[in-house]
């Protein structure tokens, strides 16, 4: 098991999405760990695909079952969760970019 050190870019906004839950997911899954993966950059930016991926699909599911009759209460609640994913999503593309960006200019140097 990796040893990550955690700062504000290593949890979503909902907090529903963790890097360490998501190292923790792909070390069970990968007997043997991709190159990428212990370039902290090139994890980070997969860590920002699956949450993208993962936030998307839960919000699209979500979404998909509110009707015109679901109870008031539970479709308010509903509709919270699916905007508090979107949050996570935007966060996760914002995440990706910045370091896209990182990496050009590392790059460049």
Do not use: C
């Not at 994890?43 to 679901?70: F, I, P, Q």
């Not at 479709?75 to 370091?99: N, Q, T, Y």
Request: proline share 3%.
């Amino acid at each position: 098991m990796t040893q990550t050190t955690h700062s504000t870019g290593d949890r979503s906004p909902s907090g529903l999405f963790r890097m360490s839950a998501w190292e923790g997911e792909f070390e069970r899954a990968n007997a043997q760990l991709p190159r990428w993966y212990w370039n902290r950059d090139q994890r980070r930016r997969h860590y920002a695909r699956w949450v993208e991926a993962e936030a998307e699909t839960l919000a699209m599911r979500l979404s998909g079952l509110l009707r015109s009759d679901t109870p008031a209460e539970t479709a308010g609640a509903a509709r919270v969760l699916v905007e508090s994913l979107s949050r996570d999503i935007d966060w996760a593309r914002r995440l990706e970019d910045s370091e896209s960006e990182d990496g050009k200019f590392a790059h460049a140097a």
